[in-house]
């Protein structure tokens, strides 16, 4: 795919900041890793990550707004374009010596994901999306949500909030109404390549309460541009608002919302 500049700058971005956590994964026993609260870990590589991806992003486009996990956000010159960035998705599985989190970094313009990039340096799995230009990962292969049309033998992703949070119950009865249906349901702990996977149709479906906007805007764009079906998880508020999203593919679409949402699927499709 030809990518927009702002693509390549992102790409070029992630892959730095990809290297400098693939060499503290390294020596990842040697990190100092502090509690910002239960369940919620920071370390010296994500912040040295996420101070790259400022220099590089912001170095390139210094009139677009800014919002990342560690540093929060800041409005820029341009009230229209913000990078929304998670520097290390996933620092549980990373601080654990899991081989399995990534790098996230999404543009927004004028309220709606326009181009995300997924990395998952481990793996060396790069997975991009520009609206109206298809989803990608490395350097040509194109991605498309799985054609699974039975439940029962499909396979759904969820996240669950830090040390369970206010969510827990409501997550326990989705996996009540989900388990029995289907072939089975993952918790990796890594949201934008939980999304990632159902653009590269690894996952059949997944969905998450209680979830940060810099965790899921690129993955959401990179589903949507892969056919996936993207939807708020709450009646009448947007998936950012509502701190909630599903996402499959077509032929489970209306079964799986149904589940999850325990309503009919009728609701409004507003995005992000
Ligand atoms: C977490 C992961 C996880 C999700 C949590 C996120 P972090 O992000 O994306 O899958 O369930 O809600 O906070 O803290 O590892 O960047």
């Not at 996990?69 to 913000?82: Q, S, V, W």
């Not at 230009?133 to 049309?149: I, T, Y």
């Not at 059949?204 to 892969?226: C, K, N, S, T």
Request: include cysteine; hydrophobic fraction near 45%; proline fraction near 5%.
């Amino acid at each position: 795919m030809q990518g927009s500049a702002n693509l390549n700058i992102m790409i070029k971005a992630a892959r730095r900041a990809g290297r400098s956590l693939v060499k503290d994964f390294r020596e990842v026993e040697n990190l100092q890793a502090t509690m910002k609260g239960p369940g919620d870990f920071v370390s010296k590589a994500d912040l040295a990550a996420e101070a790259m991806l400022k220099e590089d992003l912001m170095g390139a486009r210094p009139s677009y707004g800014w919002l990342a996990e560690e540093g929060g956000g800041e409005d820029g010159e341009d009230p229209t374009r913000r990078w929304i960035v998670d520097p290390l998705d996933g620092t549980t599985n990373f601080l654990h010596g899991m081989p399995h989190w990534a790098v996230s970094i999404a543009l927004e313009h004028k309220g709606e994901i326009v181009a995300g990039v997924v990395f998952d340096a481990a793996k060396d799995e790069m997975f991009y999306a520009e609206k109206g230009k298809g989803a990608w990962m490395n350097n040509s292969q194109r991605l498309r949500v799985s054609s699974r049309a039975k439940m029962i033998e499909a396979v759904f992703a969820t996240g669950v909030p830090f040390g369970g949070g206010a969510n827990l119950p409501t997550v326990l009865q989705d996996l009540a109404r989900l388990m029995p249906q289907c072939a089975g349901v993952r918790r990796w702990g890594v949201a934008s390549l939980d999304l990632a996977y159902v653009a590269a149709g690894r996952f059949d479906g997944y969905w998450e309460r209680g979830i940060q906007p810099w965790d899921m805007a690129a993955g959401l764009v990179i589903a949507r541009e892969a056919g996936g079906f993207v939807m708020p998880l709450h009646e009448g508020r947007g998936i950012f608002e509502g701190r909630g999203v599903i996402a499959c593919n077509d032929p489970l679409s209306k079964q799986f919302v149904e589940t999850i949402r325990n309503v009919d699927t009728s609701a409004p499709k507003t995005f992000p």
